[in-house]
């Protein structure tokens, strides 16, 4: 069957010239011999244009230009399909596809379109959203919400919008339900990791893949300030090894495990975010894994 292209781009991800990004696309497409169309991302989400075009048309690849919330919100309108999904990386962070070794590089991103291979990664669900890399309660969603209000995307903004909330968080009150083990903390944040890390190779869950049907959850405790950067830095360096929960103790300033499923009580109203973006937030959050949720074009 004769491959056919849909690119997706997003107008307001990430720094990158999309005009430029648009004329690279048409000439490597187009040298590859691939039919492809070029739409813009749908603001609402439900992409029905898109699914009935995939019905009509013949489409086996939709290559998603953007960053991380706008694949989920693209692979979540699509499962069940049967479709290949690509990313060329356009975002701030660009998690997803640092985790699947899928370059930042928009021409070496095409080249993986053209010559990697599809195979299933693993997704969640956090209550009715769906999200195939990360997800976050207090410190980092806080940021995620900040962050989307800022005129300049980017690195350097997020790291100034995380520095301001740092001398002004504070921390929630949490309680955790899994199959292994029920308990009450308090933490700065915690996340839910299908994907390692948050992006810019920043791995929060070093030990996370994308397809091993668990969820690798990291508690950052509540802990002196002062010691909260060194903790996280020990945890993305990989210092924090992976824990079972049925030893959980007050004495760790991270609790860092695996799962496929846990319900979270957030007792203090902890803001929320899917994949950097802020999202409303809710007094429980019920997580579940979802094995091979998509197809993702990968480095073969």
Not at 53 to 69: A, E, L, M, N, R
Not at 121 to 131: L, P
Not at 177 to 194: G, H, L, M, R, V
């Amino acid at each position: 069957m004769a491959r056919k292209i849909v690119y997706l781009i997003n107008p307001i991800s990430g720094t990158k010239d999309k005009a430029e990004l648009k004329e690279l696309i048409k000439r490597k497409t187009k040298e590859a011999g691939i039919s492809f169309e070029i739409m813009d991302t749908d603001k609402t989400g439900k992409y029905e244009v898109l699914k009935n075009k995939i019905s009509k048309d013949g489409v086996t690849d939709v290559v998603v230009c953007g960053g991380d919330g706008t694949v989920s919100a693209v692979s979540a309108a699509l499962l069940n399909i049967e479709i290949n999904i690509g990313i060329v990386p356009m975002g701030s962070g660009n998690g997803l596809a640092l985790a699947a070794n899928i370059p930042a590089a928009p021409v070496k991103a095409l080249e993986i379109v053209f010559n990697g291979k599809a195979s299933f990664i693993d997704g969640f669900y956090i209550n009715d959203d769906f999200s195939c890399m990360l997800c976050g309660l207090g410190f980092d969603a806080q940021v995620a919400h900040d962050f989307a209000k800022q005129k300049k995307r980017g690195l350097q903004t997020y790291i100034k919008v995380s520095a301001i909330n740092y001398f002004k968080a504070n921390p929630y009150n949490f309680s955790i339900q899994s199959k292994e083990k029920s308990f009450d903390t308090s933490a700065w944040f915690i996340c839910i990791a299908n994907s390692n890390q948050f992006g810019n190779n920043m791995k929060i869950a070093p030990k996370a893949s994308l397809s091993d049907g668990l969820l690798d959850i990291v508690i950052v405790k509540k802990m002196n300030k002062l010691m909260l950067p060194l903790s996280v830095l020990a945890q993305f360096a990989g210092i924090n090894a992976l824990q079972n929960v049925n030893d959980y103790s007050d004495k760790k300033n991270i609790i860092y495990f695996q799962t496929p499923s846990l319900t979270i009580k957030n007792l203090s109203a902890a803001p929320f975010h899917i994949d950097g973006d802020p999202k409303d937030s809710a007094k429980e959050f019920k997580v579940k894994v979802v094995r091979n949720a998509i197809k993702l074009i990968q480095p073969s």
